[in-house]
């Protein structure tokens, strides 16, 4: 079994409360992951050969989806693994050090921080939701079911469609969306309004939460959801939650410095 190295580089996914073991190979397929403690807290990380993930090699990499993306979903991968025997703070993607010490001096100096922060999200996890609009739904639903005639060879008609969906659909989006978001709030501990993404597969994104939930109330935050989401589902406004996850949408930013040299 593989023991931490106090002069190699590391890659650091995540600190936690407490020791505990991950049984998985590293993100890059040699090495495994360890656990080590980095003052009062504990480093879930693995040795790393920094080639591939410091200066013009690591420009190059991460503007390959082909290379990012298989090593970003390890990455969360390991994270949500160790969540499961512990409260986690989880650090970026990429974040590097040169060896333990040095991550353990950065770190220190925001350990009372990242305390914080573990005790907060102890026995609570973070849920997300998403409204996802069919804005030719919601058009016909609210002007009477008249048909929407997308598709017209009047461009100035097109336009004046589209003008009559928006002063009909704005105003009612932001009559239904802050009160779904209040009655979710109520049932968290914390909650977070996030960019929104301008579309999916099916529709537009008009807004997109993050909530931290307790744990004992996972199933009455995932009912909340369905039934806030049923009287709206017809004008074409579907809430679409997700999770759970580790409490990424609540961790406050750190200073880590972290590119291993």
């Known amino acids: 079994m593989e023991s931490p190295d106090s002069d190699m580089p590391v890659y650091v996914y995540c600190l936690t409360q407490s020791p505990i073991e991950i049984h998985s190979v590293g993100i890059d397929g040699n090495h495994t992951v360890l656990c080590a403690p980095v003052g009062n807290l504990f480093a879930v990380f693995q040795h790393i050969d920094v080639e591939g993930w410091t200066g013009d090699a690591a420009t190059k990499n991460m503007?390959?989806?082909?290379?990012?993306?298989?090593?970003?979903?390890?990455?969360?991968?390991?994270?949500?693994?160790?969540?499961?025997?512990?409260?986690?703070?989880?650090?970026?993607?990429?974040?590097?050090?040169?060896?333990?010490?040095?991550?353990?001096?950065?770190?220190?100096?925001?350990?009372?921080?990242?305390?914080?922060?573990?005790?907060?999200?102890s026995g609570r996890r973070e849920w997300g939701v998403k409204g996802v609009l069919d804005r030719k739904a919601a058009a016909s639903a609210l002007l009477g079911n008249q048909p929407m005639d997308f598709s017209g060879a009047s461009y100035l008609a097109r336009k004046r469609q589209e003008r009559d969906i928006h002063l009909e659909v704005e105003p009612w989006l932001d009559s239904v969306i802050p009160p779904i978001f209040e009655q979710l709030a109520a049932l968290s501990a914390d909650a977070r309004i996030l960019t929104a993404h301008n579309r999916n597969a099916t529709g537009d994104v008009v807004f997109h939460w993050?909530?931290?939930?307790?744990?004992?109330l996972s199933e009455s935050f995932q009912r909340a959801v369905s039934t806030l989401g049923m009287p709206n589902r017809a004008k074409g406004l579907e809430l679409l939650p997700s999770g759970p996850?580790?409490?990424?949408?609540?961790?406050?930013?750190?200073?880590?410095?972290?590119a291993a040299e």
Not at 210 to 216: G, K, M, P, R, W
């Open 245 to 258: 996850w580790p409490a990424y949408s609540f961790r406050p930013n750190l200073d880590t410095n972290h």
């Open 210 to 216: 993050a909530f931290l939930v307790e744990d004992s």
């Open 63 to 121: 503007n390959e989806l082909a290379w990012i993306g298989p090593r970003a979903c390890h990455h969360e991968e390991i994270i949500e693994r160790s969540m499961d025997s512990s409260p986690v703070f989880p650090l970026p993607f990429a974040t590097l050090f040169s060896n333990l010490k040095q991550c353990e001096l950065q770190l220190l100096a925001q350990e009372a921080q990242i305390e914080a922060f573990l005790h907060n999200v």
